[in-house]
């Protein structure tokens, strides 16, 4: 193998923790729902970049399980948000080839978002130019939990063996279950936290936090940061051959 004529290999799982929004509006002396608009805005440039840097899946965090700590006008605008973007962006999602899947608990979400949520689920069900995954009311350690929960109640029904299980079958009992994890993780507006996001899925996967409020996030810096993380060496605990 020459090695020296192959393709640099990017990052086939690309996922971001869209921050900032709040601070973007408030830098325009704007309240933070102006800024939540302008944040939806930017998905879509985003999603259309992927098929030409190679990003297969890309996974975006909209609502965590601990932003329904914000106030009530916060919270219930997100909400009137993510019902406006799913039935507008419907159209063009399908149309472009993206599936689209949700990963969070949609327990705590009202009805009608859900019945949005499964509706665009099955519409882009035959899609797979992008795999878009939308994580709402989601949160890594309330996956984890709610993955348990099944599991131990499979045990307690004679259907598992508890000495049987092991790392994979509480993957396979994950929201992300059909998802490979994440190879590229991005958080935008310079903090350098997760935020309970894909806590297990991204045991292995190289980070990288841009200050840059998530508003302002442009195609063009998307494509230097999937740039940027061909040159990393990854490991895998491993010593380099
Ligand atoms: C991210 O932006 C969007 C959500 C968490 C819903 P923020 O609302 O957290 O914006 P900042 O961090 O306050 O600037
Ligand atoms: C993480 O951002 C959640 C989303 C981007 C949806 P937060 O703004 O909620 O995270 P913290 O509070 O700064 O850790
Ligand atoms: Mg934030």
């Not at 999603?47 to 329904?68: H, M, Q, R």
């Not at 919270?75 to 039935?87: A, D, E, I, N, Q």
């Not at 061909?230 to 010593?239: M, T, W």
Request: glycine residues 8%; contains cysteine; charged residues 30%.
């Amino acid at each position: 193998m020459s090695g020296k004529s192959e393709k640099p290999i990017g990052p086939a799982h690309v996922a971001i923790i869209m921050d900032g929004n709040g601070r973007w509006a408030q830098k325009r002396g704007k309240p933070r729902l102006f800024g939540h608009h302008a944040g939806a805005k930017r998905v879509r440039e985003i999603v259309e970049a992927c098929p030409d840097l190679g990003v297969k899946y890309l996974t975006i965090f909209a609502f965590s399980t601990e932003n329904w700590k914000r106030t009530q006008a916060e919270v219930s605008g997100l909400m009137k948000l993510f019902h406006r973007y799913l039935t507008r962006e419907t159209r063009v999602l399908v149309e472009n080839g993206i599936r689209v899947r949700f990963i969070g608990d949609r327990m705590r979400l009202e009805p009608t978002l859900v019945e949005l949520m499964d509706n665009l689920e099955l519409m882009t069900a035959d899609n797979d130019a992008v795999h878009l995954t939308v994580a709402l009311n989601y949160g890594g350690r309330d996956e984890v939990t709610r993955a348990a929960r099944r599991l131990c109640r499979e045990v307690a029904a004679g259907k598992v063996d508890p000495e049987r299980v092991d790392a994979e079958e509480l993957a396979r009992h994950l929201d992300t279950y059909v998802l490979p994890d994440p190879d590229l993780v991005i958080r935008t507006s310079g903090e350098a936290r997760i935020s309970n996001f894909l806590l297990w899925q991204s045991a292995y996967s190289e980070y990288d936090f841009v200050d840059t409020l998530w508003p302002d996030f442009t195609k063009a810096e998307f494509a230097r940061v999937v740039g940027a993380y061909v040159a990393r060496d990854r490991r895998f605990g491993a010593v380099p051959g």
